[in-house]
């Protein structure tokens, strides 16, 4: 059947991959940027060519912005090379525009360059090349998921921890190019679509089922073993808070623990993830799920759920495993597994159970087991 449709079409012709563009928020607030590089290509929001000196601010002035004493609505600028945008260079165009907070900016540019320069955001390109690429399909999966969700809104992607973390063309080097070429328009896919590929830096050795984080449960996020990971000693984490701050932080977050006096770890998943907490005070116990109580504190603080809480004076003390939500792939487990000579497909088969590895634009994959 397959050979019959091939046939039927224009002959020998390869089937040309869609190139995809992706739209990344750079910068969101703030009063302005500055924008520099060679040959410039400035337009306004009709399109108007701009004559700019460079570099330029640009400023948000009122609804509209203000550069180079113009007034304009919207700011395009194009390169044939990069673009640098607050000394950071960027590929693709560059929009500005004005937002509530400030100023909106936004990369426009082809998927398979914003991934190039993501990958050493992520992890280090110098890693072994299978997790390279695995990361490569990981972070291409994640974007196209989301692009296709927030089609029609300003942007598809933050350039942070909220999405992935992407800081512009810098750091692109040859190995990460590599890992991406080598895995070119590869996504994984589920039911013909593609999957929310949510990925962390170390899952502490054992990975987390989506519904224990997001109340979602998706198929191909289950809760693997990761022995992998831990063979680095650097997972395991401490940190002392003093009560006093925690209050502050818990009353910032409209929980009343007014003389918070002790936190009790309580039940924990299949995974090992705490479920709970309860916050002890003058006014009696309250109970706040792990993650809630994580996202409060902080993410880079309370690294993962996996801790335990022990009562110091006028402290908590934590010891935890892992950094991240430890959803789908394990960044460190991928790159050991790598070292261990397991190749990407093999990798994304541990970490996705049942998700196959198929081409861009949507075409059935290969089972990536
Ligand atoms: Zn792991």
Not at 65 to 91: C, D
Not at 277 to 290: C, K, N, Q, Y
Not at 335 to 343: I, N, T
Request: hydrophobic share 35%; charged share 20%.
């Amino acid at each position: 059947m397959a050979v019959l449709l091939f046939f039927a079409g224009d002959g020998f012709t390869a089937p040309l991959l869609r190139q995809e563009i992706v739209r990344v928020a750079i910068i969101k607030g703030g009063d302005g940027v500055r924008i520099d590089g060679d040959g410039l290509l400035a337009t306004d929001e009709k399109g108007e060519p701009l004559r700019l000196t460079l570099p330029t601010q640009v400023k948000r002035a009122g609804g509209n912005l203000s550069v180079g004493g113009q007034t304009v609505s919207r700011l395009t600028v194009a390169s044939p090379a990069t673009i640098q945008v607050n000394g950071k260079r960027y590929r693709g165009t560059i929009e500005v525009e004005p937002s509530d907070k400030g100023v909106l900016v936004v990369n426009e540019l082809p998927l398979e360059d914003y991934l190039v320069g993501l990958i050493n955001c992520e992890i280090s390109s110098q890693w072994p090349i299978e997790s390279v690429k695995a990361q490569a399909v990981v972070a291409r999966t994640y974007a196209v998921y989301q692009m296709r969700a927030r089609a029609g809104a300003p942007y598809h992607l933050e350039s942070s921890v909220l999405d992935q973390v992407y800081d512009g063309c810098e750091i692109e080097d040859s190995r990460a190019a590599r890992g991406v070429r080598e895995t070119a328009g590869e996504i994984l896919t589920y039911g013909g679509q593609p999957i929310q590929a949510f990925y962390h830096s170390n899952c502490g050795g054992r990975t987390e089922v989506a519904e224990n984080v997001w109340g979602v449960r998706l198929p191909y996020l289950r809760s693997v073993d990761c022995a992998y990971c831990a063979t680095n000693p650097s997972i395991r984490w401490e940190l002392a808070i003093p009560l006093k701050k925690l209050e502050v932080l818990l009353k910032g977050a409209g929980i009343q623990v007014s003389g918070l006096r002790e936190i009790r770890d309580g039940k924990r998943n299949e995974s090992g993830r705490l479920i709970d907490l309860t916050l002890v005070s003058s006014r009696g116990g309250v109970t706040i799920s792990a993650v809630n109580f994580r996202k409060i504190v902080g993410y880079t603080a309370i690294k993962s759920t996996n801790f335990a809480v022990r009562p110091a004076t006028d402290s908590v003390h934590f010891s935890g495993t892992g950094y991240g939500h430890g959803v789908g792939l394990c960044q460190w487990g991928a790159k050991q597994r790598a070292s261990d000579g397991f190749s990407y497909r093999e990798i994304l088969a541990y970490y996705y159970p049942g998700a196959l590895l198929g081409q861009l634009p949507g075409e059935q994959g290969v089972d990536a087991r």
